[in-house]
Nanobody
Framework: QVQLVESGGGLVQAGGSLTLSCAASRRTFSSAAMGWFRQAPGKEREFVAAIMWSGGSTYYANSVKGRFTISKDNAKNTVYLQMNSLKPEDTALYYC???????????????WGQGTQVTVSS
């Protein structure tokens, strides 16, 4: 069983930066891709970014493209989300997830962390 633990959330002013981390207890063959999602109160969970463990291909939601960067450290089984130029609308609970493919649908990911809160003040 893969366990995912997110960290790095917090309160930041608009225009600021945060880096989220997602540490995986182990990486299984089935967890070929890692994704970041977010969920604001009263809204559905939405895709943010994804990365492949092998090769490092990435994919971003249009809403964060150019502001967020997803990266990985295979040796540490850790995935990062560097968030720059944060906006109040980025406020949400951010989750990392592990799956077999780099897709945007949350139901296609097999393992989830508990989430880390990001709050952006205006």
């Amino acid at each position: 069983q893969v366990q995912l633990v997110e960290s790095g959330g917090g309160l930041v002013q608009a225009g600021g930066s945060l880096t989220l981390s997602c540490a995986a207890s182990r990486r299984t063959f089935s967890s070929a891709a890692m994704g970041w999602f977010r969920q604001a109160p009263g809204k559905e969970r939405e895709f943010v970014a994804a990365i492949m463990w092998s090769g490092g291909s990435t994919y971003y939601a249009n809403s964060v493209k150019g502001r967020f960067t997803i990266s990985k450290d295979n040796a540490k089984n850790t995935v990062y989300l560097q968030m720059n130029s944060l906006k109040p609308e980025d406020t949400a609970l951010y989750y990392c997830a592990a799956g077999q493919r780099m897709v945007v649908g949350p139901s296609l990911y097999d393992h989830w962390g508990q989430g880390t809160q990001v709050t952006v003040s205006s």
